[in-house]
């Protein structure tokens, strides 16, 4: 189970812009050792350009070369920065315009993963909002031909564990609908969407999982066996 931890000084796979002196850029890549290295979550949100995020990962891999080489050559994979909101595809297209290495798998600069941000709330019917997470994800696959990455998703703006749990009971955890390579639970505070009682630890209280913590839910879905530690900040795969 993969986990995104939003960067920081403990975080060492994940550079963010709020969380990071300067804006992660001097973090050492090398210092990861997990299969996953995370690149920028929104920018936009973040008071970031897209660009500024291709300008950004272009001066990281060039300060880094060395290092990143060594964690390619063990199996480690990069992401994209997270986009949402609008036209995804069009954003990822600005992203690649700004930095046509990042599509080079021969260059230092390029990303094996296209990851993005979308969620399900009150606004829609939940297997609509499904279906239309899952077009955008097939739309970025046919047009980039990269493993895609739902790394934030969740019920935005939910209020009890029950809701999250039928999320994750969803059809966006299955492959053969998805075409998703991983989806990430958003178990971490929401700053900014009013989500409460998504945490790992919450319990469900009605349905198929009642009783039954979220992470355990989580679990189940994804077949998981073994114990995640110290989980109440992390999204999770």
Do not use: H
Not at 88 to 109: E, M, R, T
Not at 124 to 145: C, H, M, P, T, W
Request: aromatic share 14%; with cysteine.
């Amino acid at each position: 189970m993969g986990c995104f931890q939003y960067g920081g000084p403990n975080d060492k796979c994940a550079l963010n812009i709020n969380n990071d002196f300067d804006y992660g850029i001097t973090k050492d890549p090398s210092a990861c050792k997990d299969s996953v290295f995370y690149l920028w979550d929104e920018p936009i949100t973040q008071g970031k350009t897209n660009q500024w995020a291709a300008t950004a990962w272009m001066a990281y891999a060039k300060k880094w070369a060395p290092q990143l080489r060594i964690a390619r050559a063990r199996g480690m994979k990069i992401t994209t920065p997270f986009f949402t909101g609008g036209d995804v595809l069009a954003q990822f297209k600005g992203f690649f315009a700004s930095c046509p290495g990042c599509s080079d798998p021969n260059s230092p600069f390029y990303l094996n993963v296209i990851a993005f941000n979308e969620w399900v709330g009150k606004w829609g019917v939940q297997a609509g909002e499904e279906a239309y997470i899952r077009d955008v994800a097939a739309s970025l696959k046919q047009n980039f031909g990269r493993e895609v990455y739902l790394t934030n998703y969740g019920f935005l703006g939910g209020q009890t564990a029950t809701q999250q749990a039928n999320i994750i009971n969803g059809q966006l955890f299955d492959p053969s609908f998805s075409v998703l390579s991983s989806v990430y639970y958003f178990a971490a505070k929401d700053y900014g969407g009013g989500t409460r009682n998504n945490e790992l630890y919450n319990r469900v209280d009605t349905g198929p999982s009642g009783g039954q913590t979220i992470l355990q839910v989580l679990r189940a879905r994804c077949g998981v066996p073994a114990l995640v530690a110290n989980y109440s900040d992390w999204s999770s795969r």
